[in-house]
Each structure stands twice: as C-alpha cells, then as structure tokens.
C-alpha cells in the first residue's frame, strides 16, 4: 500500500469514527476500528481515545503479528479484532461500537443467542445478516477470542453481553454501515417489541439471501423468528399491492 | 436548464441529503433522492452511497428513457422513483429514507393502509397529505412500481412496508421538509399511541384542506380517525380560547 | 439601533435558529423566531424558510405597522407573535418551534391547560415559568391571537394544541434557551409519568419563586402537582443529605 | 501552568463543552466545567453561558480563595464544585449536566440513593464507579456542598435530585466521558427497567473491580443489584461461549 493509499485510509477511519460519534452512536471515549492491511499489518484507534476526535497520524500501526510500529497504543479490543479477522477470511475491517440500542438489546432475557434480531427489514439482512449473542467478558479478556472462534466465522455481527456491537465487513465503509444497520435495527426491536409487529417471512427472506446473498448462520432459529404475512393472527391487508396482497376470505 | 443552475441543483441535493443524515434521518448507505429536470432526465443519487457524503459532481445524470448520462451508477430504487413520477405528474422530487419511526409504523398491526397516519398535527397534512402503505418488496424490485402506480397517483407520501417512507413534492424542498414532517408524526404517534391523544376533528381537518388544499386520498378512512373534541369520552377543556371551548355540560 | 447592532442581532437570530434546527428540535420548515426592536419595529424569520438555513441578510424587517420594510416575506404566525408582544411588555424576543415532546404534551388527555407540566426541575420554573395550553387553532388563523390575549400576560410559555411551544423572553437568549428548557422537562415528563416520578414540593417551589422572581400564574394548579416529598406513597430517604432527609419512621 | 498550556486548557474546555451541547447532552445554558490548576486556582464556566458557545478567553478564572482574578462572573454552582474538590484529593476536574436521563433518574422511586445505577455495563463501574443520589437543593443553594461532603469523598458520581449529574475525574477527558458513560447508563436502564434485564453478577463485578481499580463504596448496595446469571429466574444461554455458559439442566 502507497503512503498516498494509507494516508487516505487513515483520513477514512477518522472521518467515519467522528461521524459515528457526532451522531451518537458511541459515547465518550468508547469504541474502536481496525482495518486490516495488505501487509497481514492492522491500522486500529488507540485505546482511551474518542472516536470523535483522532489524529489520522496516531492511529496505531501493526504488522502482522501485533507489533506496534508507530502511532499510540492500540486498544485493549486487539484480541476481538484478531479473532474476528482469523475466522472470517474476507474481513478487511472491523468496527465495534457501544451503540445504545444494540447494547440494551443484550440485556434482554428473550433474545436468542443464534439469532439476536428477528428479520424486521431487508437492510438488516443484506449489510448485517444474521446476529450472534456472546456472553460477557471482562474487556480486553482475550478469553472473548475464544467465543468469537466458537462461532467459526459464520456471524459477521456478533453482539457481545453488555458490551457492545462489533462487525466484521469487506471494506471499512461495509464494516461501518453493517454496524449502523444494527443500531438501527435494534432500535426498531425496542420500539415494536411489544406490540405484536409485522416481521418478514420465511420466504421474503429466502429471496433476499438468493438475491443479495444475505449470511444467515442458523435458518433454524431464523423460522422461529419469521411470522407469516398471511396467518390468522399476524396478517393483515395492504393498500395497493394487489399482486401481493393477502387473500381475503 | 443552464450548467450553473444545476450545478446549483446538484449542490442542493447533496446539502439536504447531508443535513437529513447528520440529524439522525437515515444511517448508513441508506435512502436516496431525485429530482425530474426539464428535459425529462433525472439527477439522481448513486446506489450504495451514504447521503452524508455525497460528491455534487458524481450524482447519476439519467436522460428521459432513463439511460445515465454521466456520474456513478444510480440507486436500485429507479423503479419506486420512476412510478411516483409517472403517477404524479406536477412532482418534481422524490425522497426515500430508512427514518426509523416511518419505519418502526409500517410494522404495527393497527396502521390503516389507506390512511397509515391519524391527523395528528396541521402541518402534517399541509406538507404530507395522507399517507398510503403498500405491502413489503425486496429493494430494487420492479414490482414496487405496480403498487405505486395501483395508488393512481392519489397520494404524495408512502410507506413501503418493512423498509421506509417515499415521497414526492413538486420541489426538492417541498418533498425534503414533507419528508421530515412525515418522521415526526410517525414519532409523535408512537410516542402518543396508546395514551388517548387528542387528534384533529374532522371539521378541524376539512378547514386544513380548503385553506390549504391538503391532499386528503380516503375522506371515509380519515372520519375513522378523527375524533370528537368534545366527545364524552376525549373531550376536555382549554385555557384561554373562549370562543372555541368545548361546551361544558 | 445603529446598523452594526442590528447586524449582530440578524446573525444571532440565524445562529440560535440553525442550532435549534441541527440538535433536531424543529424540523423541516417548521418555527419561526422574532425580536421586537427599539423603534417598534421587528426582525422575525420569513415564511417557507428552515431555521436550518437562514440567510440573515433575507430577514423580514417589519416596521411597528407590521408593514414589510425589507427582506422576505414573514411567517404566517405574526398574530401570535404579536399578541405575546402586546400582553408581555417586558418581551423582546418569542421563539415558536415544532419541538417532538411539547407537541406530544398537547395531546395527552390529562393535561391541565393552566399549568401543562408538573414542577419537575428548578429550571423548568426558572426559565419557562409555568405554561399554559390554548386549543388548536389552523395555523396562522388570527384568532389565536384572541387565545393568547385570553391568558392575560400571565404565562411566558404556552403550548398550542397539536402544533408548539411558543415562548417570549427578555432577550432572544432568554426566550431560546426557555424553549429548550420547555421541550427538556416534556421529554422528562413523557419519560417518567407512568411510573410515580418525584416532583417539587410546594415549598421548594416557593423558594425558587423567591429566589428568582419565577412566574407562577396559576398557584392552585401548581398545588394540585406538587407531591409532598415525605408523603406516604411518594416519599423515599436520600444519601449524604441529612439535614433535609424526611424523618424515617 | 505556562500561558501557553492555559490556553491549551480554555481550548479544551470550550471543545468538550460544544461536543456535549452538540449531541444533546445539556440543553440551553444549562451545565457548567471547571478544572483545577496547580496552584489550587480553577477556570471555570461562566454563569448563564451555553455550553455551545464558550468563549474560551472570557472563562472565569478563579485564585485558590475562589476569588475571580479575569473572565466573567462564574457559574453559580461553585459550591458544588468546591465540595467535590475538597473531599476528593485527586479530582482535577469537575463536569455538571442537565443530561436528560440522568435527570430523569432521579426521579424514579425506585432508586437506590447509595447506587443510584445497577451494574448494566463494564464502562460504566470503569469511569464513574458507583453513583450517589444526594436530595434536591436549589441551584447555587451553598447547602449542597453538605450532602457532597456528607458522601466523604467515596463516590465520584452524583446524581442531584431533580437536577442533574455532577462527576469529578482526574482529568478533564476523564471527568467528561465519565458523565457521558453516567448519561448512557441511565439511558441503558430507562429502556430496559421494566424487562427483567439481565445486569453483571458479583463476580463479575469482583473481576472489574480488580483489574481496573473500579470505585465500589457501597458493596452491600451493589450485592442487592447484581444477579446471577445462572439463577433460575434471570439466567439464560449464549452462543459461543462454551467455558462461560450457565450449566443446562
């Protein structure tokens, strides 16, 4: 990678990490990105920095066997990254965050650790596919690699237990959407969880993994989750549509 | 239209798109915009680009068939803009957002497809008329067009099931503020939705459409909505507005 | 007022309106702001425009008449600015927005239009006093000014129903950090009323009216929210306050 | 402190200040920051200044007698900050919001005065530690210095009532992501409280408490909050974690 190239990617982690922040989607000085290089080498955020104010110039770069090389002391999330990035080959960067919703969502007793968000919306699967609940660790416990591995690549989002978010992408910019999704999908969770809301069915979401290649890890804990359109209790009629449209009796 | 005014144009979208992104309107890669030029083309905002950070001079030109004439491959919600446009024809913008409160009313069982929000507020229906929901489709599936265009035009404001609002105005300010005052009724309604709020009267509601000549769709699903203020059961004083108190008995 | 004086004051219109509208709390097109100047006359935000975007070269300038001197055209919501202006002599400045919570705050079934909200916090009563709530009125209807001359002077902050908090204050300072206040203790209000919140006492509420001269219109009203801190069903003990703890039974 | 390094601080004072305002943290003119130098002087916040618009040459700067030596007349809530300074040897540094769910906080029953918050998350116990809730006093009341001292320098977080968080660090950087952790924690149990969330058990907190110097000055308070996360009414499965999941009948 070009000096021109890594500077550039520099300059990206910092704008979409201050972009997060100001948008509050992780507070104080919570959060970390890495960005996995060519090299096998990481740029990461060092650890006690906001992500609302970096220097492009201190982020942390690694080689490839964890090396500081220049810039600040990495985070003390190095251990989750690396897990992240040895089970899933693709990943070029990863993004954890303390977003609000996502965290509240761990603290819930009904969610279902293979499949931590029901299919509310196409989105959610096609940048985040489906979410895995891991248990709480201490952070910066490396004993959270070990859970993330458990997984064996099959999540690219992965919630950790009164933690936190933290998603793997194809590029820093899939990473950091994937990770917005999710807030925004949780969101919608806590907003409609008690009043009986209309998620997709088995079969929407079959033709958004056909088309879109959505990630769905566990299909069974996904058929617990979708509710038919059209069954006595949850379907209901919709204007326009007609193609589409429930039969009514 | 001259290079400058839409170079203009163009510095219009980008600045609306971002303000929408920066207060929370829609995360990630999420939404997009258009805008019908004189010609009969379109300016339009590129597939997969976030619109906080959107680059004036790489917006999708399209000519009248639809063919891009220049900058980034356009959103795969062609065919959702293209049916509001065909179906309406004094529009002149269209928005799309993933606002999380449009989104979180188009999965409640109660919302009526003809009329999906009550008339909560003047400017609601002064800037977004009524509101039709048409049922779930996969992003960038054709047969959305087919929904839009099953609603003959009669609705400037949508809401696409599991997905999000879509709105045309016969200017791009007009279908941006319609747009947000559409999020902020939904979040007005979720916030209000099980405490008895008081909405407008029907009589309230028809002085709203002759002064303001509001688009009122379905007269028979708005009068459902409307409720009496001086009702037995949601009727309740003021302070101050003599002439308009309900009789007390 | 020399020219540099009113230009100043121009750009501290724009620069409070442009806050207001970026920490999201008016949307859209919505709110309009207006200062009283010395000669009678008034500097207020035109009609159609975002507080977002205010150019303050394009302000409407009014003279006492009301007649348009320079600038835009002004919001419709002249009558209620002026009828603020012509029972609170001490006015200066009246900022009206669509602020989410004190919208919600007018369609809740049990608010007392004499006094819209409980004493939550000293600085609700501070700054707001109390408020009052008039009924809806289409806006820009002159009548309501008939509304505002109803309360006599006596509230700064009133809410109209199923529109917005408008508030006058001594300074354009003043009346703008009042409605934030307003909107802050609605959002606390909406937050907390279903679960027995603790309020101000009556005489923590007289200490502050002696303190800071807050305006209570309405004292009867205040009494009937006031709950006693050391009341059977609300009271509760505190830490390290133990001059002013309830006495434990 | 070189003028050079004091001008660094006013910087940074002022940039926090916005950054908070900005995301919605305190609203209008409400909060106020000091720090203390090292010649027992502080800077500190002006009275009735909006913490988005500092001027960071006209903060106020105090000698170690609390006498103003430049910059405007100080925030009325010196008391308070003196208090917190007095009793905590190390404290550098003194933040105070009217943050919108901390607020709230205080004025739900059912809070623990000597733990105002249970152990929801790591970064909460790791930046602001425990969490006193003292009783309501007016602002600038000097009487709140006695329930600050009352708590004898044991807790760096307190809730006033009705008012809102105070929160001492050994930096400024630390005092200020303290008060946002506080905020988001408080926010974390609003939307959960009524859900049987599931919270850090003992152990787990032993473990921080441990490795990372956690301030715990009521254990006994923190032993009625935790629950087990293998109890029969709380405990639930994870994925992942094999060596951590609760033991399945």
């Given at each position: 990678m070009s000096t021109a190239d890594e500077n550039a990617l520099r300059d990206d982690i910092c704008r979409f990490a201050r972009s997060l922040f100001e948008r509050g989607l992780t507070p104080g000085s919570s959060g970390n990105i890495s960005v996995r290089l060519e090299d096998g080498g990481w740029l990461v955020t060092p650890t006690n920095a906001s992500l609302g104010h970096l220097d492009p110039a201190r982020l942390s770069r690694l080689d490839a066997s964890g090396?500081?090389?220049?810039?600040?002391k990495p985070t003390k999330e190095i251990p989750l990254h690396a897990a992240l990035y040895e089970t899933r080959g693709s990943a070029r960067a990863v993004v954890h965050l303390h977003s609000t919703h996502a965290v509240a969502l761990t603290l819930l007793?009904?969610?279902?650790?293979?499949?931590?968000?029901?299919?509310?919306?196409?989105y959610y699967l096609m940048r985040a596919g489906q979410t895995a609940l891991v248990p709480y660790y201490r952070?910066?416990?490396?004993?959270v690699a070990d859970a993330i591995k458990g997984l064996a690549g099959r999540y690219s989002s992965v919630l950790l237990s009164n933690h936190g978010p933290v998603v793997a992408g194809e590029s820093l910019e899939a990473a950091v959407f994937a990770t917005e999704e999710l807030e925004e999908t949780a969101k919608l969770y806590l907003l409609t969880r008690n009043v009986n809301p209309r998620y997709l069915s088995r079969a929407q979401v079959d033709d958004l993994v056909t088309t879109?290649?959505?990630?769905?890890?566990?299909p069974d804990a996904l058929d617990r989750q979708c509710r038919a359109p059209?069954?006595?209790?949850?379907g209901f009629g919709f204007l326009g549509g007609i193609a589409r449209e429930p039969a009514e009796d």
């Amino acid at each position: 990678m070009s000096t021109a190239d890594e500077n550039a990617l520099r300059d990206d982690i910092c704008r979409f990490a201050r972009s997060l922040f100001e948008r509050g989607l992780t507070p104080g000085s919570s959060g970390n990105i890495s960005v996995r290089l060519e090299d096998g080498g990481w740029l990461v955020t060092p650890t006690n920095a906001s992500l609302g104010h970096l220097d492009p110039a201190r982020l942390s770069r690694l080689d490839a066997s964890g090396t500081l090389l220049s810039g600040d002391k990495p985070t003390k999330e190095i251990p989750l990254h690396a897990a992240l990035y040895e089970t899933r080959g693709s990943a070029r960067a990863v993004v954890h965050l303390h977003s609000t919703h996502a965290v509240a969502l761990t603290l819930l007793p009904e969610i279902d650790p293979r499949s931590a968000l029901p299919p509310l919306t196409p989105y959610y699967l096609m940048r985040a596919g489906q979410t895995a609940l891991v248990p709480y660790y201490r952070p910066g416990d490396p004993a959270v690699a070990d859970a993330i591995k458990g997984l064996a690549g099959r999540y690219s989002s992965v919630l950790l237990s009164n933690h936190g978010p933290v998603v793997a992408g194809e590029s820093l910019e899939a990473a950091v959407f994937a990770t917005e999704e999710l807030e925004e999908t949780a969101k919608l969770y806590l907003l409609t969880r008690n009043v009986n809301p209309r998620y997709l069915s088995r079969a929407q979401v079959d033709d958004l993994v056909t088309t879109f290649k959505c990630e769905i890890a566990d299909p069974d804990a996904l058929d617990r989750q979708c509710r038919a359109p059209d069954c006595p209790t949850h379907g209901f009629g919709f204007l326009g549509g007609i193609a589409r449209e429930p039969a009514e009796d």
